[in-house]
């Protein structure tokens, strides 16, 4: 989804809950999160009134899998 200050990877919605994931390749977790805080991606979701839920993960190419994510809660 794109915003103002940049594309979000993922936005899933539930009747609770909203949950945006910013994705790294060979990266890492908490730089994933930074991006989504540096660039307020929650910022057109803040009004809607859902709990809003933060994941940053890495995908690790030498794994094929993800090797670290971080989650954090908002409100």
């Known amino acids: 989804m794109q915003t103002a200050s940049g594309r979000i990877d993922l936005r899933v919605k539930t009747p609770e809950y909203l ?3 910013e994705f790294k390749v060979n990266r890492s977790a908490r730089e994933a999160m930074d991006q989504i805080n540096s660039r307020d991606y929650l910022l057109p979701f803040r009004a809607d009134g859902s709990k809003i839920i933060k994941v ?3 995908f ?3 794994i094929r899998s993800i090797s670290d994510w971080i989650v954090e809660a908002e409100g």
Do not use: S, V
């Open 56 to 58: 940053g993960a890495n």
């Open 60 to 62: 690790d190419d030498a």
């Open 19 to 21: 949950y945006l994931f």
